[in-house]
Every structure is written in structure tokens, then in C-alpha cells.
């Protein structure tokens, strides 16, 4: 199920000091509230004071799945070979991204070198800038339900962070691994 994927991952970025405690409580209530577990009907990323009209989600079908996963190589591609992306709904995601932020992995849009706008698909929040939310552009639930019911996508995010930790196992995270373990596990 798509949703124990989300909370797996979600405790191993947790537990390697990717994310902290909040965090890792909004991408479990999001996971919840995407696969549709009982007491999640309000999409948990809309807080009180934020002043716009959630994204409509009438509950159409799920769109077919427009993901793509492929490997760099060919002439029009300007990555280093070898590099494997994953698109989805124009957000390119490439396995050998090594800023985290605002996750690990993280969707470009259009291309894998454009800085800005950026996608945390663990919540489908897109981003201008840092700390600055394009509050309009967020993935709905339905298109969120449909990127993390696709394996491939779950493979390339669990290759992606394998990936991570062997590239910098001594990174410096927003939170330290020995804090970790003070907290309750929810």
C-alpha cells in the first residue's frame, strides 16, 4: 500500500535527521488524509491563518499515470550519463540531486536545472523560493494518490535516499541524529 510506503519513508528521513518532528507529523497526516484513512477528511496542509481557496479535488478519476522513468544519455539531454530522472505532470526529478532542500528527492519544474519553482512530493507543496510556498500550485490529492501509487516513483525516492546517505554520510541535517531518539515515536 502506498501509504505504509510514505510513513516508511517518512521514518527514515526522520531517523537519518533529514526532517524533524513536525515535519515528519505532516507528511503522516498527509500520507493519511491521501489514502483516505478515517478520521483525515481536511487536507492537512492548509493552515488557519492562510487567506486562498483550497485546490478543488471533486474526486475525478485518477489521471493515467504520466510518470516517466528514464536514464540520461541520449543527445538532447544535458546531464552527465548515467543520471536517471523520473517525470511526473512536468516536475522532473533526477536521482543525483544533491540539495535537500525542501526534501530528499525533490521535483524541478520542467528541468533538472531550473532552481525554481521546487516540489516536495511527500506533501505536494511547490515552492517559489525557500521558506516561500506557492500556495496555488500545491498537487491536489488525487494527483498525489496517483504519484505515490506509482512503484516506480517509490523506487527511484527509496534509490534516491540510499543514494543521499552514501554520498554524505556526514551531513549536517536540521536536526542531529542523537536527538532523534528523544523523541516519542508517533
Not at 510513513?7 to 533529514?18: D, Q, S
Not at 499515470?65 to 536517471?84: F, R
Not at 533526477?94 to 525533490?106: L, M, R, V
Amino acid at each position: 500500500m502506498s501509504y505504509s510506503t510514505l510513513v516508511t519513508l517518512a521514518e527514515l528521513h526522520f531517523e537519518f535527521g533529514l526532517i524533524g518532528i513536525i515535519e515528519f507529523r505532516e507528511r503522516c497526516d498527509v500520507a493519511a488524509w491521501v489514502f483516505d484513512l478515517p478520521g483525515f477528511i481536511t487536507d492537512p496542509r492548509i493552515e488557519e491563518d492562510e487567506n486562498h481557496e483550497p485546490v478543488a479535488d471533486h474526486g475525478d478519476p485518477e489521471p493515467p499515470l504520466a510518470s516517466k522513468l528514464s536514464e540520461s544519455g541520449d543527445q538532447s539531454d544535458a546531464s552527465p550519463p548515467g543520471v536517471v530522472h523520473f517525470t511526473y505532470l512536468g516536475w522532473v526529478f533526477t536521482k543525483a540531486d544533491p540539495d535537500p532542500y525542501p526534501s530528499t528527492p525533490h521535483g524541478h519544474w520542467q528541468h533538472q536545472n531550473r532552481t525554481w519553482p521546487k516540489m516536495d512530493p511527500y506533501n505536494g507543496r511547490v515552492f517559489n523560493r525557500k521558506q516561500s510556498e506557492a500556495i496555488e500550485k500545491r498537487l491536489s490529492k488525487t494527483e498525489l494518490r496517483t504519484l505515490w501509487s506509482d512503484e516506480g516513483f517509490k523506487d527511484f525516492c527509496r534509490g534516491h535516499l540510499v543514494w543521499y546517505m552514501e554520498m554524505f554520510p556526514h551531513h549536517r541535517f536540521r536536526v542531529s541524529k542523537e536527538r532523534l531518539f528523544r523523541w516519542p515515536r508517533v
